[in-house]
């Protein structure tokens, strides 16, 4: 790849290097120079320009990355659109990201310009959660070098949380509280429940290693649980004994993760036990957490991973005795604006395109979005795209081709939610035929809790939608003119009362459009 200032005459076809303002036009990085944009540059008095020219033998940054995506997405991933030479891996389904060792950084030794981010291995994630980005630094790479690293590259996969048994049982010494036992239940089946697991409370056993025993032996689930009266601190204590005299093994007492050290793992038929805590009888992370989730998504623990969870292993809940108030992280919300539509019942130019108090539609509700605070919005293109770029020229957006629009909205909607960057938590699905939509609403939207929400007037539900990162695995899957409501069954979902009716606003017709003109 060739890179450096050229002069305008050799631009053509080249890919701009930088950013260039050309009065409220902006030509954007990483675009493509026709020769309409090599007369706006001269006109504008720019003799030479940064490009980025590809050579015989260099891949494209988005075809690059799609491609070592696919070589890396392995069973429970998926590669999302490439853009600006980026293709996310995301969940399919919530478990724990499993990656080979040494994976990234053979990957990263390639080529400078060819990069692989993952999340930590083990790490739980839930549907739809970005677990790893393959970024292409430069506008190309070498056909070679790309090469290289898919033949480096190993699957990654997501070991899916499956549904098992849990049995719990706790010990008791005199003063052992029914509250606290009530408590102790409590907490261990919503950490079981919430990994698609089912838990079962035993009747308490006395703190004594033969009455533990008889009671371990005669268990029936996946998993066994013992909460003990008191912590174990050595294998001759009542549970690792207990497990042994039961016809087990002991794998490990005591692990390196804190808070958690107290942790006992042991083997009885084929069966994992594990000796809680102290730390378990709080809904706080800890290392039983650890250990619970990786059985839950089906991955063997053994006493020489437990010895390995001490890299990473002082977690947050750590800070003792009182530890430090942190501030909850606001959610980054960002807009999917819907602009690809063929609008046939409105007949004649692209409604989008139709004026409206000195501005196409379109640009109204980029405006709204803008004055909201959100961040640059995905514009979804399809029908007329070139005309809808020209449209929103000097507007900070991200724009996004559906290369299947022509087969409805499903596919429309799908395209922009696979260009949703990494970072964003949620997306507000926009219509881009709302041009009187409140900046205050879209606040409202954004800012509210709940999984999804939705403006309501007057008993009519209306847009934008507000779609949280866990249905993202649903909405790339729509077809056909199929739109987001289908999906709202699996969700909660929140309605918020709109301010007036422009929530409910469709410029599809013209008698639509002439009502919007005619209003005060």
């Not at 890396?72 to 969940?91: D, E, Y």
Request: hydrophobic residues 55%; positive net charge.
């Amino acid at each position: 790849m060739k890179f450096g200032p050229v002069p305008l005459v050799a631009a053509q076809g080249a890919l701009l290097a930088h950013s260039v303002a050309l009065g409220r036009r902006r030509l954007a990085k990483g675009h493509r120079l026709s020769a309409d944009d090599v007369a706006a540059l001269a006109a504008a008095g720019i003799s030479d320009v940064m490009v980025a020219q590809l050579e015989p033998g260099d891949v494209g940054e988005d075809a690059a990355a799609a491609q070592l995506a696919a070589a890396l997405a392995g069973t429970g991933l998926m590669a999302l659109a490439p853009v600006h030479g980026r293709v996310n891996l995301a969940a399919r389904s919530a478990g724990l990201l499993c990656l080979p060792p040494g994976l990234v950084a053979a990957i990263n030794s390639i080529d400078e310009a060819i990069t692989l981010a993952t999340l930590a291995p083990h790490t739980r994630v839930a549907a739809g959660g970005i677990v790893a980005t393959i970024k292409i630094i430069r506008y190309a790479v070498a056909e070679a070098q790309l090469a290289a690293a898919i033949a480096a590259a190993r699957p990654l996969h997501i070991a899916a949380f499956r549904p098992a048994k849990v049995a719990l049982i706790a010990t008791t010494l005199p003063g052992t509280s029914a509250k606290a036992l009530a408590r102790l239940a409590q907490v261990t089946a919503a950490r079981v429940t919430t990994l698609g697991g089912d838990m079962r409370m035993q009747p308490p056993c006395p703190h004594d290693a033969p009455a533990l025993a008889t009671r371990l032996a005669a268990m029936d689930a996946d998993v066994l649980l013992v909460a003990g009266a008191s912590a174990s601190v050595d294998r001759g204590d009542v549970i690792p004994q207990a497990i042994l005299q039961a016809g087990g093994s002991v794998e490990r007492l005591g692990m390196p993760v804190d808070p958690g050290n107290l942790l006992v793992l042991g083997q009885l038929r084929g069966r994992p036990v594990i000796g809680l805590p102290g730390c378990a009888r709080s809904p706080k992370r800890n290392g039983f957490d650890l250990v619970l989730e990786r059985l839950l998504a089906g991955i063997a623990v053994r006493g020489d991973d437990i010895a390995a969870m001490g890299e990473g292993g002082l977690l947050p809940e750590a800070e003792r005795p009182e530890p430090r108030a942190t501030a909850r992280r606001p959610q980054t919300v960002g807009a999917v604006v819907l602009a690809a539509g063929r609008a046939s019942r409105m007949g004649g130019p692209h409604k989008l395109l139709e004026p409206w108090r000195g501005a196409p539609l379109v640009a109204h509700v980029i405006d709204a979005l803008a004055a909201a605070g959100l961040p640059p919005p995905v514009v979804v293109l399809g029908n007329e795209a070139t005309a809808v770029r020209r449209a929103l020229a000097g507007r900070a957006v991200q724009f996004v081709a559906a290369a299947d629009w022509q087969d409805g909205m499903g596919r429309s909607l799908a395209a922009g939610i696979a260009a949703v960057p990494a970072h964003w938590d949620a997306a507000l699905v926009c219509l881009a035929d709302m041009p009187r939509i409140e900046p205050a609403l879209i606040t409202a939207l954004a800012a509210a809790a709940g999984e999804v929400v939705l403006p309501e007037f007057q008993g009519r539900r209306g847009h934008p939608v507000r779609w949280p990162r866990a249905a993202f695995p649903q909405l790339l899957a729509l077809t056909g003119d199929v739109g987001g409501r289908a999906v709202m069954a699996a969700f909660a979902v929140t309605a918020l009362p709109a301010p007036s009716d422009a929530c409910l606003d469709d410029i599809d017709t013209p008698a639509a459009l002439a009502a919007l003109r005619a209003l005060p």
